[in-house]
């Protein structure tokens, strides 16, 4: 996968258990006003915001009762479903 589509799901994982779904909304907001963030995710405005985005969803899916792990899968399966997509626009 390129670096664009990238996912790091140990941090993905890490973010999710560690975070709550407000403190990971709150870094993304950080991230976007000030370039940093409490959440400790480093790199471009754009990765750093996607690893936060993609633990809220993992965290958020855990909150309704999904398993850490079946929550990363279904992340996974979208985001594999997106990019089959664009490829077939391309």
Known sequence: ?????????KEIRELAKRFSL????????????EGNNLCGVTGNNEYVINEL??????RQRME???????????????????YQSQRGIE
């Open 22 to 33: 407000e403190e990971l909304e709150s870094c993304i907001e950080q991230q976007l006003k």
């Open 53 to 58: 985005a993609k633990a809220e969803f993992v």
């Open 64 to 82: 309704q009762g999904i398993s850490l792990r079946d929550a990363v899968r279904e992340l996974a399966s979208k985001i594999r479903s997106f």
């Open 1 to 9: 996968m390129s670096k664009e589509g990238h996912i790091d799901i």
